[in-house]
């Protein structure tokens, strides 16, 4: 038996496939190769940098499907079924929308994979698949799984290793849709098996691609316990409250850990309570006292902004950028408000009809990457596309590049620290261009 599993690219350009250069490798796929007998044959494709082969011959095919690669992921589903091929779609679009999926592919996972892989090889095998498989959401990678990291071998991802300590996070952000997800519960994965992980493979910079890495404080402080003698770096996403605990803060930084990426989201408290975004809002001091704290510890801050909220304007917007470039964040993200289907922004959109693209942004043959997919309240959607867009721009011109570097508490701690600025500050200056206005599919 021979499965098939596929990693779908966001889509094209006006003019020209899209080549994505900042790709990582596809975690999930991994662990599910890693699940699976070793009498099965596995081949992984990824489709944001190489064609698919779809005449080659497979017994199953299985797609990851996020929200933003949904129309794509059922492009390929359709071609593989043209041919016989039976397809199963699994991923957090697939478990927000079970029932869009289901209309394009012979069986869907809702939930954790990995929770009922083997049920589904066992399906497949006997050429049974169900219609529809559950999982419950859990423990990543539980009783020790490790990803099958030779399928990701000559696909040119970037050097880090992506691993994951905990699912989930406790607050509820009303844009979120791992919160809807994962119902502000917490998972934690053994951290031997986690020490294992890191022992096993040769890598020593991890991306620990957990929702919220700071979520539970005290589990992360046996991590950084554990990690110490590992003499590793590494980055994750975490909640700004964790500048409040000044042990945890040393840890981390005495551990190896180089930065996260923080939802800073709005400068504005209003924007910020609209978000239910709590960690942010109390005692809001516009951020001086968190910020502080992680230049004392040296953290490279990667500032992800959300913009378009009801008291967002375009002036708005440009005094957010001046706010990041005064604080010399190391990256920074200006992402659009997008509505995700199932969250509590998506029903408050649709409630006050105004959401555009008849809903379903992700699936519109007009929508395109990094658009406004609804009407702000004080400006227009296409203001809002073009002040984000300015916003990116300019924070990522060669002028903003090196003021950005020039913090010596944070750029200067090591040649490592200075040549990976470098690196990833020239790519994400490309993608601003790349990626905007980028088609969903291919067709």
Known sequence: ???????????????????????????????????TPPDIEVVLYDDRMEAIPYD????????????????????????????????????????????????HADSIFVGDAETGWLQVLADARTQ???????????????????PRRDLYAGKGYLPITLMQFSRGCRFACSFCAVSQYFGKKHYLRRIDEVVAEIESQPR????????NIASDRMALKELCHALIPLCVHWISQASLDVTQDRELMRLMERSGCWGHVMGFESISPGSLRDARKSPNIRGFSHYAQEI?????????????????????????????????????????????????PGTPLYRKLAQENRLLYDGRWWLHPEYRFNHAAFRPARMSPDELTKACHAARTRYNSLGGMVWRFSDWQTSFRSLGRVLSYWRYSLLFRKEVYKKHGMKFGLR
């Open 204 to 211: 020593h910079f991890i991306f620990f691609v957990d929702d």
């Open 128 to 146: 049974r698949l169900r219609r529809r498989y559950d999982g419950a959401p859990g423990i990543a990678q539980s009783g020790n799984v490790r």
């Open 1 to 35: 038996m021979k499965v098939t599993l596929i990693k779908p690219t966001i889509g094209r350009r006006e003019h020209s496939l899209y080549v994505d250069e900042g790709r990582m490798e596809p975690l999930m796929l991994g662990v599910l190769a890693g699940l």
């Open 292 to 340: 502080a704290v992680l230049r004392d510890h040296g953290m490279q801050t990667w500032a992800a902004f959300t913009l378009g909220y009801d008291h967002d304007t375009p002036a708005s917007i440009r005094a957010t950028v001046d706010f990041a470039l005064h604080n010399k964040f190391t990256f920074a993200a200006y992402n659009i408000l997008m509505p995700y």
């Open 56 to 103: 080659e011959p497979t017994d199953l095919v299985a797609i990851t499907v996020e929200t933003y690669t949904a129309r794509r992921a059922y492009e390929i589903a359709a071609e593989f079924r043209l041919r016989g091929v039976p397809v199963i779609l699994g991923g957090m679009h697939v478990a927000l929308l079970p029932e869009e999926a289901a209309m």
